[in-house]
């Protein structure tokens, strides 16, 4: 009977800037590399950057730490990069993931980790908002979610969750996406141009990819004053000049999570009462940190044995 092969190794694996791996999850990974090191800052520089992995066969990084071609270049035997966060495109990705292809080195990163406690910010902020839970009543009574008109502006992972609470709650969503979905047709939530879910919603969802930006002065101008806008995506969805003038219309109200949604917003308009930031990734729960860390490893040992095929 002819033994098991023993799973193939990286021979040195390094986390080149912060990524969030539980206790767990670091352990396991010194099961799939002879050697393994953690920095727990951000490279200086390109160089300092370079310098850290220049001998790895595999590195890792987090969502705020960008690998492009020049640092991909100096890493010769350079052959996995495990993104530590969500990757949902090429173009929105931190790694250059196309010149990468070039080299043969694989980038995988993960999804469907963290948003269901996104899903649930957003519908607690918004009933706090509602119902004037240690905020300004907008209105001479308080408001359910029943019969309010939300647009979602993508509808994802983390936006398709948002869509189905409020749905559940009795709203009126519709939403606009690159296509058509069917399926959403089916559930009662429609299809809008863009244009025509600005005009129509009270409260606007913006869910969307790093990097993508879809709201300018004519869209906001649209969507008008007296209305709600959260955006939960990574970074910023609208042309920041643009959502400052809009949210110094009256009766307009912004949220986000993330201060990473922010984008450069100036520190006034960051001040303002209608600015609401709760400064901290509302998807990061203790069951995220887990399931980020077991897909992570999952991507390592499904490349590792792959290549030992």
Known sequence: ??????????NKLVAAAP??????????LKEYADKVIFYSEEPKDEDDFADRIKDADAVLVGFATRMGEEVLKKAPRLEYVGMICSLYSEESANVDIAFARTRGITVKGVRNYGDRGVAEYAVCQLIQILHGYGLP????????????????IGIGDSGGLIADALHFFGAEVSYFARSVKPEREKQGIYYKPLPELLRDSEVVFTCLNKNTILLHKEELELFGSG??????SIGPAADMDALEEWIRQ?????CCDMTEALGDMSRETRE?????????SSGMTSQAYDLLGRKSLDNIRDYLERVQE
């Open 272 to 280: 303002r009462e209608n600015v609401i930031c709760m400064g901290a």
């Open 227 to 232: 209305k709600i806008m959260f955006n939960t």
């Open 19 to 28: 990524v969030n791996l539980v206790g767990w999850a670091r352990e396991e």
């Open 250 to 254: 009256p009766g307009n109200l912004f």
């Open 137 to 152: 009543l907008r209105g001479e009574k308080m408001r359910e979610i029943t019969g309010l008109k939300v647009g979602m």
């Open 1 to 10: 009977m002819q033994e098991e092969l023993e799973m193939k190794k990286f």
